[in-house]
């Protein structure tokens, strides 16, 4: 069985496993992951960008070389091979989980339990909770929904698509240092600057082609599409822009402003802030509802992309 086949019939089986399982329960790997990569940081760390770097390149290079020798292992069964994209599939993509936790906070927005929304929040991003009303956590909810639909679901199709098992564990791995360490803290604002560079150019086309199945799939195309393109190049992050605008415009609400990181505050700019309104508790499943249109796309879209390719090379 050629390559790409076994790309596409494993990550539609993957995917199928994450929508209908959500994430593996226990002994998850990219849990595994993190709790390696910390325990590298734990003898990295330094105050410096070379030791950062060096973290990445250990923590991200060990993984994507594992993934590249279990792959070669099973290179001549194709079953086997079927079955350890599907695996690898399952184990980087989070969509359902995100989702559940996204409806988990808006049934607690909508019984006006505003506090179990703020203890449910962490699981979902990294804002202060307690700095939020019911409002900004609706608001909050969607952004981190839009954000993770590039991150948790279409980035890792992308490059398993471009490299296979390697590509979906890479990509995944460069994501969670990112998390990790990559974020502006005094501990970090050195130490983690290579794993963010490396997650804003692994994260560039899968946030691209997010926005464009965001227009494509979110039922106001022209609005997605103004929106993408009047404020994407205003916010922080080169590929959250395209892809919460987008989300803005099809959606029709307003997202950015004024949040909070562990005590620190941001002043973001508002995205679709002219044509779109603020957004409500009932947005959160809308917005769970065009992630999932857009996962299955992109599912759709790198399948056919990567059997293209393999077509040209036969």
């Given at each position: ?128 909770p307690q700095s939020l009303d ?169 399948a056919a992309g990567r059997l ?7």
């Amino acid at each position: 069985m050629r390559a790409d086949r076994i790309f596409a019939y494993g990550a539609a089986a993957g995917l199928i496993g994450d929508l209908l399982l959500g994430d593996p329960r226990r002994g998850h790997p990219v849990a595994a992951f993190g709790r390696a990569a910390a325990a590298v940081e734990s003898r990295l760390w330094r105050d410096h960008r070379g030791r950062g770097a060096l973290h990445t390149l250990v923590c991200a290079g060990g993984a994507t070389g594992a993934a590249a020798l279990a792959a070669r292992a099973v290179r001549n069964r194709p079953a086997a091979a079927v079955a350890l994209t599907a695996a690898a599939t399952w184990s980087v993509v989070g969509g359902t989980s995100l989702g559940r936790e996204a409806r988990a906070i808006g049934g607690a927005l909508a019984a006006g339990d505003v506090e179990l929304a703020r203890e449910r929040l962490p699981h979902l991003c990294g804002r202060d909770p307690q700095s939020l009303d019911a409002q900004q956590i609706a608001r909050a909810v969607v952004e981190s929904v839009a954000e993770n639909t590039s991150d948790a679901v279409v980035g890792a199709l992308v490059w398993g698509a471009l490299g296979g098992v390697p590509g979906l564990v890479g990509f995944r791995a460069v994501n969670t240092l990112d998390a990790m360490v990559g974020h502006k803290s005094p501990r970090h604002r050195r130490y983690g600057w290579a794993s963010a560079r490396l997650d804003d150019l692994a994260g560039w086309p899968g946030a691209r082609l997010t926005a464009v199945l965001a227009v494509a799939a979110g039922g106001r195309p022209r609005a997605a599409v103004r929106a993408w393109r009047a404020d994407a190049g205003r916010h922080p992050s080169p590929n959250a822009g395209p892809v919460e605008a987008s989300f803005a415009g099809a959606l029709g609400v307003r997202l950015g402003g004024t949040l909070a990181y562990g005590g620190r505050v941001e002043h973001r700019p508002v995205l679709n802030g002219d044509a779109g309104r603020d957004v409500r508790v009932a947005d959160i499943e809308r917005a769970v509802r065009l992630s999932r249109r857009v996962s299955v796309l992109a599912l759709a879209v790198c399948a056919a992309g990567r059997l293209a390719r393999g077509r040209r090379a036969g």
